[in-house]
């Protein structure tokens, strides 16, 4: 009754809500209100009615392969690097300091990009939004690669640290991606990391349009491209989704661009090893998930 209700309350708004839009952005009108089948905005009726079912645990992706064995054996490869790692748990007082306590880069996505650095020691790293990871990233190229990674940052709205500088971060690149000339990302080669941390959301003009359909066709053999805040084979978080009422859908693209995908593979799915194989995600990362849990998930262009 309730969805009835409702369906009928979108109806007479579409009918009273003009087709036009002003081009002044305090002054849009909406076509179709939220909740309507034509708008990309959830139902919070429907989905709290398909609640159970939308969260319920799957183990599978048709279509893609989640190599599981290699990620179980790249936990191994990685375990050595991890002893080293010696961030604090609170602020430290400073802002070039990683931290775990922060609430946008989680513990195991923070310590699976240190020892994936020190691991595959990349010769160049593009990152894509700009944050506490880019802190990780300019640590491992002062402390343990002697300074020679060429670490690009792309952030349109970037913070005090990052404009000030900080010692390992090659260059700042103070605009949006999709104004980016699409040659910046020839310098990444075989073993280089594309880092994206992107707005989230697929949409007319958007970043992560130009970044799936524009940028990763073209990146070379062997390069790794990390996606963050991605749950796959899950759904998003039930609170992002109906408590905060987060509409993003930048993994529904992703999931779509693997399935049946011969070009990349999967390398490292955070949330879903950490979530599945927690006591040997727990081997090589013990302060998982007691300080946090992970999102990241890595492919590799092959």
């Not at 969260?55 to 290699?70: F, K």
């Not at 070379?220 to 039930?238: A, N, Q, R, S, T």
Request: aromatic share 12%.
């Amino acid at each position: 009754m309730l969805k009835k209700n409702l369906s009928k309350i979108c109806n007479k708004i579409v009918d009273a809500v003009p087709t036009s839009t002003s081009s002044n952005t305090d002054d849009i009108s909406l076509l179709f209100p939220i909740g309507h089948f034509y708008s990309p905005i959830a139902d919070p009726v429907d989905i709290r009615n398909r609640e159970e079912k939308l969260w319920a645990p799957v183990n599978e992706m048709p279509g893609i392969e989640l190599n599981i064995q290699d990620q179980l054996a790249l936990l191994l490869k990685l375990k050595p690097y991890t002893a080293a790692i010696d961030y604090p748990l609170e602020h430290p007082g400073n802002s070039t300091t990683y931290f775990y306590s922060n609430d946008q880069y989680p513990v195991l996505d923070a310590e699976f990009l240190y020892a994936a650095l020190c691991h595959f020691r990349p010769k160049a790293v593009i990152e894509v939004g700009s944050g506490f990871s880019s802190l990780i990233t300019a640590d491992v190229n002062r402390r343990l690669l002697d300074s020679k990674l060429d670490f690009s940052c792309i952030e349109p709205f970037p913070r005090q640290f990052l404009i000030d500088g900080v010692e390992g971060i090659t260059r700042l690149v103070q605009q949006k991606v999709e104004d980016v000339e699409l040659s910046f990302f020839d310098r990444l080669d075989s073993g280089d990391i594309l880092f994206i941390d992107s707005s989230h959301v697929s949409k007319v003009g958007s970043d992560v349009n130009y970044l799936f359909f524009e940028v990763l066709p073209r990146l070379k053999k062997g390069v790794m491209v990390h996606v963050h805040d991605i749950f796959l084979p899950d759904e998003y978080p039930k609170v992002w989704v109906i408590d905060q009422g987060r509409n993003w859908n930048e993994q529904y693209l992703l999931r779509a661009f693997l399935q049946f995908n011969n070009e990349w593979k999967v390398m490292w799915a955070a949330h879903f090893m950490g979530t599945r194989y927690t006591a040997e995600v727990q081997d090589t990362f013990p302060r998982y998930p007691k300080l946090g849990g992970g999102g990241s998930l890595w492919i590799e262009r092959v």
